[in-house]
């Protein structure tokens, strides 16, 4: 059983059913973050030109505002990512009603293997 599982698994990579890209966002979102706070404990240590009252102030509003905006591009690129998905579901649960729908009217449609029954004037009853 755990076989077919991980082949099913292997063919939705491979067929591309499976996206791996939001978890490639995610782990870069992460990183990005990193390198934000990196860069804004280096500027607060680094020589400033308008003096620690005016540069570390302009310093944390400057990490707060390009934390914000990279938590904004990351959720875009998300949000594009999860509609795909979404999407996918949609497809296959229509693909699933379809396919309900279709078996339903050939059952309706198929003959009965019941006998006939007849009515009290002789004639064929229909159930």
């Known amino acids: 059983m ?7 698994s ?24 990193v390198v ?9 240590f680094a020589g ?3 003096g620690p009252r005016i540069g ?18 990351s959720e875009l ?3 594009a990512f999860n509609l795909h998905a979404r999407l996918t579901e949609i497809r ?3 693909t699933l009603r379809q396919t309900r729908v279709e078996s339903h009217r050939k059952a309706a449609n198929a003959p009965s ?6 009515n009290s004037q002789g004639k064929v009853q229909h159930d």
């Open 56 to 73: 570390v102030p302009l310093t944390v509003i400057g990490v707060l505002l390009t934390l914000l905006l990279w938590r904004l591009f």
């Open 77 to 79: 690129l998300i949000l």
């Open 36 to 44: 934000i706070l990196s860069a804004g404990f280096g500027s607060l």
């Open 113 to 118: 293997l019941k006998s006939p029954r007849l």
């Open 48 to 50: 400033q030109d308008g």
């Open 10 to 33: 292997t063919f939705r990579y491979l067929n591309l059913d499976h996206l791996i890209a939001p978890f490639l966002i995610k782990a870069i979102y992460w990183l990005g973050i």
């Open 92 to 94: 296959d649960l229509l």
């Open 2 to 8: 755990q076989t077919n599982s991980f082949a099913h």
